[in-house]
């Protein structure tokens, strides 16, 4: 599964953007689909992970209130719409994808996702 990401881009704090992750082929019936981020200088960490299948989604507690992640069939895409952006929000966003089948798990740990898209930076100056 090749993976597309795009959307980042140069946003002033308090802006919004949507990025974007598509599949080069295969659809997401079936996967999860992650998104992680690598901020200058730290570890990559997750943002929202989203089950295709179900539609349900987890954030971890950083994340929730401004981040939602979701599925648009018609497009066979997953979004990521950040809002309220602050300067620590900086980084390469990468969305990842793993097969699970009817699992109802959705994975945290970077080291699970087996396809990953090649990152899209977004920068929020203050």
């Known amino acids: 599964v090749q993976l597309q990401a795009s959307g980042g881009g140069l946003v002033q704090a308090g802006g919004s953007l949507r990025l974007s992750c598509a599949p080069s082929?295969?659809?997401?019936?079936?996967?999860?689909v992650g998104w992680f981020r690598q901020a200058p200088g730290k570890e990559r960490e997750f943002v929202a992970g989203?089950?295709?299948?179900?539609?349900?989604?987890y954030y971890p507690d950083s994340m929730k209130g401004r981040f939602t992640i979701s599925g648009d069939g018609t497009k066979n895409t997953v979004y990521l719409q950040m809002n309220s952006l602050k300067p620590e929000d900086t980084g390469v966003y990468y969305c990842?994808?793993?097969?699970?089948?009817?699992?109802?798990?959705?994975?945290?740990?970077?080291?699970?996702?087996?396809?990953w898209g090649q990152g899209t930076l977004v920068t929020v100056s203050s």
């Open positions: 989203l089950r295709w299948s179900g539609g349900n989604t």
């Open positions: 082929t295969n659809t997401f019936t079936g996967y999860v």
């Open positions: 990842a994808t793993r097969y699970r089948g009817f699992s109802s798990t959705i994975d945290t740990e970077e080291r699970l996702y087996r396809y």
